[in-house]
């Protein structure tokens, strides 16, 4: 073996490995402390274009659940207001039967009257004022003309209209009008009717209604187990493996600290040549 002072070969190719060394313990120790294993492109551009992608996914799907949830929230409340107002139906077409009946004088029918009209009243004022969130849903105001879209997912092809404003129209709206009357026996039975179509609608819009509700439940329900999958897949590309890293690092330790040893063993070995100057 040659003996050179100029250039020192071995304790070069240590610092090499030196470097090397120290940057592998640097990613272990930055892995361990942020608990990503992709912290920047440098470490993996491929894993980073995908996470990037996946998280954008995630965070859509994410917002989807909430919608699907903001939107059954309030086709349960439009279902409430004409679930009572399916209730006050019934008890006019009480009073309209109640009044076309021939035993009931003038005055027992002007008093049924003012009781129906006090319910065609208030029919009107759940159709005006039933709101969510700020906005009226019954009235035809919701939405585009009435027609509201429920965006359940991460694509802009997953989304679903549903058409609140029936009740603003129909039999619904001509059940309120003061031409429907039951102070007479002729009126009464065209009351009857009338409230027989109303109530036909509001079970027709509440079928819908409920139909789309369910559909609102299984979309939240499949964009929660998606998003799901895709965190538990980002995960595997993203985070750090503590137990593989944990052990990178004890590695690099000791290749570091075996590297500095050889590296003063290598800086002494000029010395050996001043030794056979002596």
Do not use: C
């Not at 551009?45 to 659940?65: C, F, K, T």
């Not at 290749?255 to 070995?269: E, F, I, W």
Request: charged share 20%; glycine share 6%; hydrophobic share 40%.
């Amino acid at each position: 073996m040659s003996s050179v002072i100029n250039t020192n070969l071995p304790a070069l190719r240590i610092q090499q490995a030196l470097a090397s060394n120290h940057r592998a313990l640097e990613t272990a120790m930055g892995r361990l402390t942020t608990g990503q294993r992709v912290r920047s492109a440098t470490d993996d551009a491929a894993g980073m274009a995908v996470g990037n992608r996946l998280a954008s996914r995630i965070r859509g799907l994410d917002m989807a659940v909430r919608n699907a949830n903001d939107g059954l929230s309030l086709l349960q409340t439009a279902d409430s207001a004409t679930q009572e107002m399916t209730a006050m139906l019934w008890r006019m077409k009480e009073l309209a039967i109640q009044s076309a009946n021939d035993t009931n004088s003038q005055s027992d029918r002007d008093a049924l009257h003012t009781e129906f009209e006090a319910l065609q009243t208030q029919l009107g004022a759940i159709v005006t004022n039933t709101e969510w969130n700020g906005s009226k849903i019954l009235n035809g105001e919701a939405g585009a003309s009435g027609l509201v879209k429920f965006q359940v997912g991460a694509s802009s092809n997953d989304s679903f209209s549903v058409d609140l404003s029936s009740l603003d129209t129909g039999s619904v709206h001509d059940v309120m009008q003061s031409t429907v009357l039951i102070s007479s026996q002729s009126d009464a039975i065209s009351a009857l009717i009338e409230i027989d179509d109303a109530l036909t609608q509001l079970s027709s819009s509440r079928s819908t209604w409920g139909a789309a509700s369910n559909r609102l439940v299984h979309a939240a329900d499949n964009a929660l187990n998606v998003s799901l999958n895709s965190n538990a897949s980002r995960s595997r590309i993203m985070d750090a493996d503590y137990a593989q890293t944990t052990a990178d690092m004890a590695r690099a330790l000791i290749l570091d600290q075996a590297g500095t040893a050889m590296l003063s063993q290598a800086n002494h070995r000029p010395m050996l040549v001043l030794a056979l100057l002596r």
